[in-house]
C-alpha cells in the first residue's frame, strides 16, 4: 500500500512539473510576441496595484532571472 501512494505521489509531483514548465513557456512565448509588437502587459502586484509593462522590460528581466 505504501508504494502504491509514493507511485500516485510521484505521478502528482512528474505533473506539476509538466504543468509549471508548460506554463512558463507559454508565458515566455506571450512576451516574445508581445515584445515584437511594442505592446504592454498588464501586471497586478503584491500589493493589490495593477499596472501596465512594456512586455519587452518584462522579457529583459525574465531572461535576467533565466541566466542566475
Do not use: C, F
Given at each position: ?13 512528474e505533473?506539476s ?20 509588437r ?31
Open positions: 500500500l505504501g508504494d502504491v501512494y509514493k507511485r500516485q505521489n510521484d505521478e502528482w509531483k505533473l512539473e509538466k504543468l509549471h514548465y508548460g506554463l512558463a513557456l507559454a508565458e515566455q512565448r506571450m512576451l516574445e510576441k508581445k515584445a515584437q511594442n505592446e504592454t502587459v498588464i501586471v497586478g502586484t503584491p500589493d493589490g496595484e495593477i499596472k501596465a509593462i512594456p512586455a519587452r522590460r518584462l522579457l529583459r528581466k525574465a531572461k535576467q532571472r533565466k541566466m542566475k
